[in-house]
């Protein structure tokens, strides 16, 4: 491993790393550390420490630690939006939590970011069809001018096509982009969809629009608009965005289709906003017998019109009762397993970076990380971005979860939005992949309760989860894939 280079190579990482991160390049392989073989398939673990595993997939699918988790913080707590009060008291909850379980070095680590809060946020169509609408502010969107943004609205189909409309003709008008999301098992339908939600003001804003709305980013059908974070670009004027529901999107396009002249919208959004807030990171351990470390994890903020149970109080669960079960396994695992709940997720991946800074020197000891972020339904796959010499030893750990009905997938893991950082400065990273077929009903809007959480698919990721940490803490196995220059860096 080229250790010497890689603190320059995180630092330059980390201050280029974009909010969202791109999926990785799976063009890499393992440069074994110090020259160490790699495990051949079947050397992975010992014989006790595979009966091991077994042992923690059936505690993991009778636990009920992980709902008993997401219950407490999504009751207690609720809503936890970034910077917020709710947001601190969350960790407060996250440091008790972690020391009733009996986790070790239990701390925060701060760190401050931009604060965004929504007032009030109202919508309606004025003329020829007078009625409101269900709708949502952006996060990051600056407020409407008192008393709202009234003005013809004029429908675009898809992003594709206000990018192509000509430069003059919107000014002072409410830009509407209309395009769909697609559904699917694994969430790749939202990529695509999300590229409108900081895409529509820039570029209405560019073409002197009074403000821009957005069908939501999501794949439901109820009067529950789904939010989310934009971002402005610097050579644009800001102008005020927001989120219709998906009924009020086709309602919306139907008026506009039947209107014989123009339909005319108001907008009206409020926002408080404050330069610096408070966050940070919780963390706990099970301290390991080298000064390696694993990390794994689900970010505890959320946005604040549901109670985050999906999106991510179900990861924060998971990982950490999944982590418990390993601690109440016999013996201290070989590498410190490390469980961070990450702070400020959802509006740029704050905590992530922060925590990428503050570890900077110690990132070449990461030997796994993984964070769980995309709900709660049953895994399906099991995805490495490991050294391809290393792939039979991956694949021996996949077949011990094989009972789960997990198979084996790809070496293209992303690994999660919180372990970014950690990617693409050459940390290995898996991803357990669930099964994403409702979660963008959910994902952002006032539906993102507990009740949508199904108790028996949370068991079944906590025990693999807890099989998956238990080995990638004690395979004797370096996965570091040797890092490919800057273009690894830069995914």
Do not use: C
């Not at 990018?163 to 008008?173: D, I, S, V």
């Not at 590229?195 to 999501?218: C, D, F, L, T, Y």
């Amino acid at each position: 491993m080229r250790r010497k280079a890689m603190t320059g190579m995180i630092a330059a990482w980390i201050a280029a790393a974009a909010p969202a991160a791109a999926q990785p390049s799976p063009g890499v392989r393992n440069a074994i550390g110090e020259g160490a073989p790699a495990a051949a398939a079947g050397d992975v673990l010992t014989p006790r420490q595979a009966a091991r595993v077994d042992a923690l997939i059936e505690r993991g699918l009778e636990s009920d630690l992980a709902y008993d988790i997401l219950e407490s913080l999504t009751t207690e707590i609720g809503p936890r939006l970034a910077g917020s009060e709710e947001e601190a008291r969350a960790r407060d909850w996250g440091v008790a939590t972690f020391k009733r379980l009996g986790f070790k070095n239990v701390r925060v680590e701060p760190f401050e970011l931009p604060f965004w809060r929504r007032v009030h946020e109202r919508a309606e169509i004025v003329a020829p069809f007078p009625q409101a609408l269900a709708v949502t502010a952006l996060g990051n969107s600056i407020a409407t001018p008192e008393g709202g943004v009234e003005a013809e609205v004029v429908r675009f189909a898809s992003l594709a096509d206000l990018k192509n409309a000509p430069a003059t003709g919107l000014e002072g008008k409410i830009v509407f982009v209309d395009e769909k999301m697609t559904r699917t098992m694994d969430g790749s339908g939202y990529g695509p969809a999300v590229a409108k939600r900081s895409g529509a003001a820039n570029e209405a804003g560019r073409r002197g629009a009074a403000a821009a709305i957005i069908r939501s980013v999501g794949t439901d059908s109820h009067r529950m608009p789904h939010t989310g974070g934009m971002r402005y670009l610097n050579d644009v004027e800001k102008i005020p965005t927001a989120a219709l529901s998906n009924p009020d999107a086709d309602q919306l396009a139907r008026a506009i289709a039947r209107a014989d002249g123009p339909v005319t919208l108001r907008l009206d959004i409020g926002v408080e906003t404050k330069a610096s807030s408070p966050s940070g990171n919780v963390i706990g351990e099970i301290p390991g017998e080298t000064d390696e470390i694993v990390v794994v994890g689900g970010h505890l903020d959320s946005w604040d019109l549901g109670t985050g149970a999906v999106d991510d109080g179900a990861g924060v669960a998971i990982t950490t009762a999944a982590a418990k079960l390993v601690m109440q396994a016999d013996g201290k695992p070989r590498r410190t397993i490390r469980v961070v709940m990450w702070g400020s997720e959802e509006v740029g991946l704050y905590g992530a970076r922060a925590y990428a800074k503050a570890h900077a020197d110690e990132l070449e000891r990461h030997a796994m990380a993984s964070e769980s972020d995309f709900g709660a339904g049953n895994i399906w796959s099991l995805q490495s971005r490991i050294g391809e010499e290393d792939l039979p030893a991956f694949d021996e750990m996949a077949r011990r979860i094989a009972t789960l009905e997990i198979n084996r997938g790809d070496n293209a893991a992303y690994g999660g939005p919180d372990v970014s950082p950690l990617r693409g400065a050459g940390v290995p990273v898996f991803s357990l992949r669930q099964n994403g077929l409702d979660y963008f009903d959910l994902h952002h809007t006032p539906d993102d309760t507990l009740d949508k959480v199904d108790p028996e698919d949370l068991k079944q990721n906590v025990a693999a989860w807890a099989a998956m940490i238990y080995m990638t803490a004690n395979a004797p196995v370096d996965f570091r894939p040797e890092l490919a220059g800057d273009e690894a860096i830069s995914q």
